[in-house]
Nanobody, 121 residues
Framework: QLQFVESGGGLVQPGGSLRLSCAAS????????MGWYRQAPGKEREFVAR????????NYADYVKDRFTISRDNAKATMYLQMNRLKPEDTAVYYC??????????????WGQGTQVTVSS
């Protein structure tokens, strides 16, 4: 299993920046990929970004591309999301997740508790 400690959320003005962190513990040597999702009030949870744990390849949702950067520190088993040029519509609870790859080839996804990001003047 995987457990996560998320941090870095808060209140920021439009145009500002925040960096979210997600520290993983548990079966970290079986991590296949990690990612971020977000959920705004009254809306469904949506994909933000994802990073392959070994090769570091990334992909982003169109609405955050060129503003957000996902990265990871394998030694610390920690993933980051640098968010720049934040907009009010980025306001949401941000959730990290991690995918474990088992020897059978199956993958299980685990979720963090979420951290609130509020973009407002």
């Amino acid at each position: 299993q995987l457990q996560f400690v998320e941090s870095g959320g808060g209140l920021v003005q439009p145009g500002g920046s925040l960096r979210l962190s997600c520290a993983a513990s548990g079966s970290i040597f079986s991590i296949y990929a990690m990612g971020w999702y977000r959920q705004a009030p009254g809306k469904e949870r949506e994909f933000v970004a994802r990073i392959n744990w070994s090769g570091g390849s990334t992909n982003y949702a169109d609405y955050v591309k060129d503003r957000f950067t996902i990265s990871r520190d394998n030694a610390k088993a920690t993933m980051y999301l640098q968010m720049n040029r934040l907009k009010p519509e980025d306001t949401a609870v941000y959730y990290c997740n991690g995918d474990l790859l088992f020897s059978s080839g199956s993958i299980s996804r685990y979720w963090g508790q979420g951290t609130q990001v509020t973009v407002s003047s």
